[in-house]
């Protein structure tokens, strides 16, 4: 059974720094893996998605890494602002298990100015 | 071009109550999928609907139950509510339910269960 787990739990940096969030999976067998965003109350915005072919994907200021050897995946924000304080999730896709997302329990990331 | 539209946004319900949530997917999208948030249990899969027809299914007990019409729409239904059933429920919504192409999520249904 995938298990996917995020460190930190939760990160409060000053604005201006650059990030790196971490997720790992114990099932390298992965199809893909995508990094969400969601705000309090909301639902998930998609950020990244990571094709298990692939080792990065880059959107912005946003660069997601995956290492499916070590069951690893990082997403880095670079010059980190305010507006990006949210929740950051990892989930992967197993093609064994059909079509579900197993995601990790979250990063809650604060951007102070 | 339309998101994941779900409807309600916000339900209070009784316990003991039945409770229905609707989805729309985007245009062209095939696959449903749904999902239970709890600050305890994180983000869960429920089910997930191709093609009008169950394709893969989470561990939960069958008051949870789903279904999807021919123009891909999809209602989750809960029966016999209890306290616990009290979440934010999303839906996602794929391209001819390839995981190539990923996922793209609602906003939530919050349930509330008094």
């Known amino acids: 059974k995938q298990e996917v787990t995020q460190i930190p739990a939760a990160l409060s940096v000053p604005e201006g720094e650059n990030l790196v969030l971490n997720c790992s999976f114990t099932d390298s067998a992965i199809y893909n893996l995508q990094w969400f965003r969601q705000d309090p109350g909301k639902g998930l915005t998609s950020l990244l998605l990571?094709?298990?072919?692939?080792r990065e994907q880059t959107s912005g200021r946003l660069n997601a890494s995956l290492d499916k050897s070590s069951g690893r995946s990082t997403l880095y924000i670079a010059a980190s602002q305010p507006g990006d304080s949210a929740t950051y999730l990892c989930a992967a896709a197993e093609e064994t298990s059909g079509s579900r997302l197993t995601f990790g329990e979250g990063t809650q990331l604060t951007v102070n100015p | 071009k339309a998101g994941v539209t779900q409807t309600p946004r916000y339900l209070i319900k009784t316990r003991g109550q039945q409770v229905t949530l609707s989805c729309s997917p985007i245009?062209?999208?095939?696959?449903v999928s749904w999902y239970q948030q709890t600050p305890g249990q994180g983000l869960q899969f429920l089910f997930e609907y191709f093609s009008e027809t169950q394709r893969n299914k989470g561990n939960f007990p069958g008051r949870f139950s789903g279904r999807q019409f021919s123009n891909s729409r999809s209602e989750m239904n809960v029966s016999t509510l209890e306290l616990g059933d009290s979440a934010l429920y999303l839906c996602a919504s794929s391209l001819n339910g390839n995981l190539f192409y990923g996922y793209t999520f609602g906003s939530g249904t919050r349930l509330t269960v008094v």
């Open positions: 990571i094709q298990s072919s692939q």
């Open positions: 245009s062209g999208h095939r696959s």
